[in-house]
């Protein structure tokens, strides 16, 4: 009913940037909320970033100043531009989507396969 597509992972080298991209389709009525988490090897799963439907944001400490998370509402798609990356970034980044379909009253969590994110020389 609902897909999350995550694309702009891959190998950059340390102070460098990416771009991810996320896109929900499907059968939505309403998003609250979009967000992106990391997991990195031996690690649980962490959040970097969240924007509610209103705009708000709030980041990881450790990405404060680094990462940009923004929305096209239209398009029902989430972005996290990364820059100054660093070897600790390094993670498997997963897209979240906090919404409500079009048969249900009540929202609930749905997930992106995961984009690989390499940062190292």
């Known amino acids: 009913q609902v897909q999350l597509v995550e694309s702009g992972g891959g190998l950059v080298q340390p102070g460098g940037s990416l771009r991810l991209t996320c896109a929900a389709s499907?059968?939505?009525?309403?998003?609250?909320?979009m967000a992106w988490y990391r997991q990195a090897p031996g690690k649980q799963r962490e959040l970097v970033a969240r924007?509610?439907?209103?705009?708000?944001?709030n980041y990881a400490d450790s990405v404060k100043g680094r990462f940009t998370i923004s929305r096209d509402n239209a398009k029902n798609t989430v972005y996290l531009q990364m820059n100054s990356l660093k070897p600790e970034d390094t993670a498997v980044y997963y897209c979240?989507?906090?919404?409500?379909?079009?048969?249900?009253?009540?929202?609930?969590?749905?997930w992106g396969q995961g984009t690989q994110v390499t940062v190292s020389s």
């Open positions: 979240n989507a906090y919404l409500v379909i079009d048969v249900a009253l009540l929202p609930r969590d749905y």
């Open positions: 499907g059968s939505i009525k309403r998003i609250n909320a």
């Open positions: 924007i509610i439907s209103g705009g708000s944001t």
